[in-house]
């Protein structure tokens, strides 16, 4: 046992490697072996008559991703994503910066435990408890009602697209469930940014003649943008492939994480559900190529 610490100690190279080799065999066998047999299986096809999985290389399968259907489903949920990253860049970029340059040290504490609170709690039990609140007999409603603002949501909800019989069965309460359950993880990577940026910087362009809102703009902005970037790739990573969300408070219309589980659960074409989870993953890693360029992964 000494012999073998003592070769250890002086290889430490060899050390290393004995423990990252089993999170990267577990790594290699799990993540990227799912990968590699999903993508393996989007080269299949499904027969129509029997209703089994072909095992013969063809692109059949990815040629049904371009029929309208399938494409208003990818136009969709990307849509939705970048409405959701931008809606959580509005919300948080204001909260992130008073927590990053104005609040005590007691505030700010108080900020992080209220920012990262709602993740304490199941994904699930946060995603149901807002199903209750946007229910036609939720507390919005009540509310509406209170106010006598309840003809308006009713028109509003008779509006194509974003409404719905309720707003917990339309594409607003899919968008609003979203941007609650993303918001925390656009929120630290900006403040994180934000904590980075050198107040001697912003005094400089002070002393240089600068506008608080011009040193905004040419300054603490442009610095802030890798944190900016960072939490926009969990937010429109997360909201490309979630079904729970789509699943609970959508309609008819599909999303890509819905498809692929109704493809896969339901009528069983795992081929085309494989090959529907290939987009996402083609875009992210576009998106991941970008943000990385862009210096996204130094606020992570």
């Known amino acids: 046992m000494n012999r ?22 577990w790594f290699v066998v799990a993540y990227l072996g799912a990968l590699a047999a999903m993508l393996l299986n989007s080269f299949f096809s499904l027969d129509g008559f029997t209703g089994k999985v072909v095992r013969q290389f063809t692109l059949q399968t990815y040629a049904k991703l371009l029929i309208p259907t399938n494409l ?7 849509l939705m994503a970048i ?11 204001p909260l992130a910066y008073y927590m990053a340059r104005f ?15 709602p993740l304490w709690s199941s994904y699930v039990v946060r995603v149901y408890s807002w199903r209750l609140i946007l229910a036609q007999e939720g507390i919005v409603s009540w509310v509406t009602g209170l106010l006598h603002l309840d003809g308006i949501l009713q028109g509003y909800l008779q509006l194509p697209v974003v409404g719905g019989p309720s707003l917990a069965v339309s594409t607003t309460g899919i968008f609003l469930v979203f941007v609650y359950i993303w918001l925390p993880y656009m929120i630290l990577p900006i403040q994180t940014a934000l904590e980075r940026v ?25 610095l802030a943008l ?9 937010t429109f ?21 819905k498809a692929v589980l109704t493809y896969q659960g339901t009528s069983g074409n795992i081929p085309l559900a494989a090959a529907f989870t290939m ?19 130094d606020a992570l």
Not at 4 to 25: A, F, K, T
Not at 103 to 117: G, I
Not at 237 to 257: E, H, Q, R
Request: hydrophobic content about 55%.
């Open 4 to 25: 073998l610490s003592n070769y250890l100690y002086r290889h430490p190279r060899v050390l290393l490697g004995i423990l990252l080799l089993p999170p990267l065999i």
């Open 72 to 78: 208003q489903i990818f136009s969709r949920t990307a």
């Open 103 to 117: 609040a005590s040290p007691r505030v700010k504490t108080l900020l992080y435990l209220a920012v990262t609170l």
């Open 83 to 93: 409405c959701v990253t931008l809606a959580c860049i509005i919300i948080a970029f």
């Open 237 to 257: 990573s997360l909201t490309l492939g979630d079904f729970i969300v789509p699943s609970l408070f959508g309609n008819s219309s599909f999303f890509i994480g």
């Open 279 to 297: 987009g996402p993953i083609v875009i992210m890693i576009a998106y991941l190529l970008i943000a990385r360029r862009l210096g996204a992964f």
């Open 198 to 222: 050198p107040k001697s910087l912003v005094e400089a362009s002070g002393d240089l003649g600068a506008k608080p809102s011009q040193a905004f703009r040419t300054v603490i902005l442009p």
């Open 226 to 234: 890798p944190g900016v970037v960072a939490g926009s790739i969990f």
